[in-house]
């Protein structure tokens, strides 16, 4: 009797095992198909919202239970209409995870890893030929994707590259081997000393330059509060001698580009500067302009005259441009005054070479939780009445 007993014990257990293996087998297939069926329905899939403009594919899952992660890899959203060459976004392999380490501390938040991820922006007269992807809920996307609140994000070797193939020669630049670092997304003050997100970001341009970014951000605020610098050493000018051929009356044959920019919003009201130098420009090049860019006449005084004027404002010295751009006001439609920044030009060029380093004079304070503003609050109209009962007595 016992050992049909055990022996049904012994059957069951082992159904129940290989019940357990067939669905963590089949998982990773399962999820694969509803992701691919989500990204690609217009007009949503299972009660959920997928993008209109676009669609996606993805092209392998794995899930590791034991870390409480999933990858997906071969990630690609292109234009629906099927008009744009380039992907809209490609990621090599997207890793959601668990963050152990909050757990701990007993918040149940995630982190996201994009290896390779790469962001293309197309500009056209043909709305039908142009991507921005500004029409997007992709905060909605990210939800399905990924279901805890996300409280990292890490990018490893990414890409952002800006097209125009309407114009000849076409227009291709790029910011590529980009590394970023947020954390404190969620803002919580079991994961932080402070409910201050902070990101920190780097990449380089296409030919040659560098450019870092370092921020926080509080998001309790109604209106932006952040803090924001931004440092460009040796941008190859190069780089946007097709783009300045499109967008601007005048293009650059040759120079580099440092920029210092400082930023800070608090709720909403912005103040900071822009300090661009330019090094060893050359606006005007008769072989560049006129024999290789066929230039002409009208063309060609204007950017001679262009080349006079920069020659004019030019520190000899140093062989640069440079000045310093102030900006205040409201977030929405910030002052840029024209006199500090003209003035700015004229002491480059005549007084003292200005320097491309941050300056450190823009800075944004810590906040602070708001329940502890209105305890101190409390507790300072406690301390005001009871002085004023003292002076009474």
Same mark, same amino acid.
């Given at each position: 009797m016992q050992s049909k007993i055990f022996s049904r014990w012994t059957t069951g257990f082992v159904i129940f095992l290989a019940v357990l293996i067939a669905l963590r087998m089949a998982l990773p297939y399962a999820t694969e198909w509803y992701l691919n069926k989500m990204l690609s329905e217009e007009d949503g899939f299972a009660g959920k919202e997928t993008p209109k403009a676009f669609v996606g594919q993805v092209g392998d899952v794995d899930i590791m239970l034991w870390r409480g992660a999933y990858s997906l890899e071969n990630i690609e959203l292109v234009k629906r209409n099927g008009k744009i060459q380039e992907p809209f976004i490609k990621v090599r392999e997207v890793e959601f995870s668990l963050l152990w380490s909050a757990l701990f501390d007993g918040a149940l938040v995630g982190s996201i890893d994009l290896y390779q991820p790469e962001l293309n922006f197309v500009d056209s007269k043909d709305k039908?030929?142009?991507?921005?992807?500004?029409?997007?809920?992709?905060?909605?996307?990210?939800?399905?994707?990924?279901?805890l609140k996300i409280d990292m994000l890490k990018i490893h070797d990414g890409k952002v590259a800006f097209h125009n193939t309407d114009v000849k020669p076409e227009v291709h630049i790029s910011l590529h081997d980009i590394t970023l670092k947020a954390q404190n997304l969620v803002n919580s003050r079991d994961l932080s000393k402070d409910l201050v997100g902070r990101v920190e970001a780097q990449g380089e341009a296409a030919s040659a330059g560098t450019i870092k970014l370092k921020g926080s951000l509080d998001p309790q605020t109604q209106k932006p509060t952040f803090d924001l610098d931004v440092k460009a050493e040796q941008i190859a000018l190069v780089n946007f001698k097709n783009f300045l051929d499109t967008y601007a009356p005048f293009d650059l044959e040759a120079g580099s580009l440092d920029l210092a920019l400082e930023l800070a919003s608090d709720n909403g009201e912005i103040k900071g500067y822009a300090k661009p130098i330019l090094h060893n420009v050359e606006v005007f090049s008769w072989k560049g302009d006129i024999e290789q860019d066929n230039d002409g006449f009208f063309q060609g005084m204007v950017e001679m005259g262009s080349a006079f004027i920069a020659e004019?404002?030019?520190?000899?010295?140093?062989?640069? &441009?440079? %000045?310093?751009?102030? =900006?205040?006001?409201?977030?929405?439609?910030?002052?840029?005054?024209? &006199?500090? %920044?003209?003035?700015? =030009?004229?002491?480059?060029a005549f007084i003292q070479a200005l320097k491309g380093d941050l300056e450190n004079s823009v800075d944004l304070e810590q906040s602070t939780d708001p329940s502890e503003d209105s305890e101190s609050d409390n507790n300072n109209e406690v301390?005001?009445?009871?002085?004023?009962?003292q002076k009474e007595k």
């Open positions: 039908s030929k142009s991507q921005s992807g500004e029409d997007e809920k992709w905060l909605v996307l990210a939800d399905q994707l990924f279901p004019l404002l030019e520190n000899q010295s140093k062989d640069q &441009i440079a %000045t310093r751009i102030p =900006i205040e006001g409201s977030i929405d439609s910030p002052d840029t005054p024209l &006199i500090p %920044t003209v003035l700015g =030009i004229l002491k480059n301390e005001d009445k009871s002085q004023e009962s």
